[in-house]
């Protein structure tokens, strides 16, 4: 398929105009990023791991009734996706205490939440996408509207549920993960699409039994086997 001109270059992710009005191409790289950009490298494989596993989890939420940008996945790198208008604030779902809410709260790591946290940070690299409250989301109109706010909720609790399942069944615990969202305009109906990618970059999973980290951490912490536990 022909991919059109570059859109946007992101840390692990290129966007490319796609073959027809209002589609593009989002080709997954083997960057390696952490803390905001200080900490790089390139991960063989990791790009091809991440466009398997995020179509596998796109595809089925699709299957429960969450829309996403997926239309499907062109080859071992690119997937075809629907140009969507992203809202600039990333939805952290939570289950369990780690990472920048032990650091910032002080909760001891590990700690089992009584139910599934969402906090909101503003897309903002030279900000360092910051914590936000909801509050802020509708004052800015980062969100314009308060009931899509609700509605993006309401989804992030559902997917976690699904994903909690689905990695559950597998011997894994689904600690935290990051999600993105945008609009399309369809028939001058606002549609509210899950976007970006859902992977181990994007996770924190966690081996049942031994508790062994089986995502972007290996990176962070410098724990090695990277892909390994990608792959597993
Ligand atoms: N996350 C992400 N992109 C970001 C920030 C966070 O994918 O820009 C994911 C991260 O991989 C983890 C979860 O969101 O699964 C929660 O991350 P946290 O707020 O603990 O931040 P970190 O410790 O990664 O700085």
Same mark, same amino acid.
């Given at each position: 398929m022909n991919k059109g001109k570059k859109l946007y270059e992101g840390k692990a992710k290129i966007l490319y105009e796609g073959p027809e009005k209002g589609t593009a191409i989002q080709h997954f790289k083997d960057d390696a990023t952490a803390f905001n950009n200080q900490k790089k490298t390139i991960v063989e494989g990791k790009g091809v791991l991440n466009n398997r596993i995020s179509e596998h989890i796109l595809n089925n939420l699709n299957q429960i009734g *969450?829309?996403?940008?997926?239309?499907k996945r062109l080859n071992m790198r690119e997937q075809l996706v629907r140009l969507v208008s992203i809202y600039p604030v990333e939805f952290i779902v939570r289950n369990i205490a780690t990472g920048s809410l032990t650091k910032k709260?002080? *909760?001891?790591?590990g700690t089992i939440l009584s139910k599934p946290l969402i906090e909101y940070s503003y897309k903002n690299d030279e900000l360092g996408d910051p914590l936000i409250a909801r509050e802020h989301i509708l004052e800015f109109s980062w969100i314009p509207q308060a009931v899509h706010l609700d509605m993006i909720n309401d989804y992030c609790f559902r997917i976690n549920d699904f994903m909690q399942g689905m990695f559950r069944a597998v011997g894994i615990k689904l600690v935290d993960f990051k999600l993105e969202f945008g609009t399309v305009n369809i028939n001058g109906k606002t549609e509210i699409l899950l976007a970006d990618e859902i992977s181990p970059d994007t996770c924190r999973l966690w081996d049942v039994i031994s508790e062994k980290k089986l995502d972007k951490d290996r990176f962070r912490k410098d724990l090695g086997n990277i892909i390994q536990a990608y792959q597993e």
């Open positions: *969450i829309k996403t940008h997926l239309i709260l002080g *909760i001891p790591d």
